[in-house]
């Protein structure tokens, strides 16, 4: 008998579900961007988690890594399709869950095939599977569809305080022994686009979630008053400038930001966009492999 699943990842998965769930059926088609992101947010520290990283909403053929700007001016326009992204921490277990909502009818078909490709690939995470065999899975179902999976976008094992904790459950098929292990946690989540899309993201000019690589004493006080604040708040998941405003101007945490990546103890995610400007649709669960079989805590 190995180590049980500790009971947070379900506190933690019940939290991100309702909060999906809610943003679903609230967000509206001219949303502004920083609502939805704070409103997320807020929810989770209202139902007892905190969020693992930044509320990402990302628009058309932004596939992954944005949120809000500090007074972010973007909102959400009639003809989007737009990825609600969250994460929720309970004493650093994390539930990862993710939806795509359009408000117009041109996207039903994509969004419906990812949410298909989602449910095939979950119904095989079971322990002994390859993680590759979701790929395939992944590649088929959407393929079957009409449409094209992300193939340089994965799931992952998660871990405390670990959004992507070593294993990546691939789109595509590819060939490797590493299997679904019992006592672990992996969020599945296919990206797809339409046939015409390159089926890749590339690295976009913004950035606007970042992470503690690593803590260290730069010699620099206003650095490391900073890291300070961001270890203690957030060790190493990852945060969003607009919640530093309560320590710094944004302008001036940008800069520090910016140097305490050029030291290589700060790391930024760029944004992820689809390299033929294709619309992107994404649908995200977390499952455990319990002694008693796969659960998908945030169903
Ligand atoms: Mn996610
Ligand atoms: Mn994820």
């Known amino acids: 008998m190995s180590n049980p699943i500790p009971p947070e990842y379900f506190k933690a998965g019940s939290i991100a579900s309702r909060v999906r769930e809610s943003i679903r059926k609230s967000v509206t088609s001219d949303a502004r961007i920083i609502d939805i992101c704070e409103e997320v947010e807020s929810m989770i520290g209202d139902l007892g988690g905190k969020p693992a990283f930044p509320c990402n909403v990302c628009i058309n053929d932004i596939a992954a890594h944005y949120t809000a700007e500090p007074a972010d001016k973007g909102r959400l326009h009639d003809n989007d399709i737009v990825k609600i992204d969250i994460g929720v921490q309970v004493e650093g277990y994390v539930a990862d869950t993710a939806t795509t909502v359009s408000f117009d009818p041109r996207f039903v078909d994509l969004l419906d095939a990812t949410e298909v490709t989602l449910n095939e690939a979950l119904s095989a995470a079971k322990e002994g599977v390859r993680l590759g065999e979701i790929g395939r899975i992944v590649s088929d179902c959407s393929k079957r569809r009409g449409f094209r999976p992300i193939v340089n976008l994965s799931g992952h094992s998660l871990d405390r305080y670990k959004i992507h904790a070593g294993k990546s459950i691939p789109n595509s098929w590819v060939p490797g022994s590493v299997q679904f292990t ?28 970042f992470s503690m690589i690593t803590r260290k004493r730069t010699g620099d006080k206003d650095l490391d008053r900073l890291c300070d604040t961001i270890w203690s708040r957030y060790r190493t998941l990852p945060f969003a400038i607009r919640w530093l405003n309560d320590v710094l101007e944004p302008v001036d945490t940008r800069s520090l930001i910016s140097k305490l990546i050029k030291r290589k103890i700060i790391r930024g995610y760029a944004v992820l966009v689809e390299e033929k400007g294709k619309p992107v649709a994404q649908f995200e669960h977390t499952v455990v492999l319990a002694e008693d079989g796969t659960k998908i805590i945030t169903k």
Request: net charge negative.
């Open 182 to 209: 019992h006592g672990e946690v992996y969020a599945i989540e296919p990206f797809l686009t339409l046939p015409d899309g390159a089926g890749l993201v590339r690295e976009g000019s913004k950035t606007t979630i």
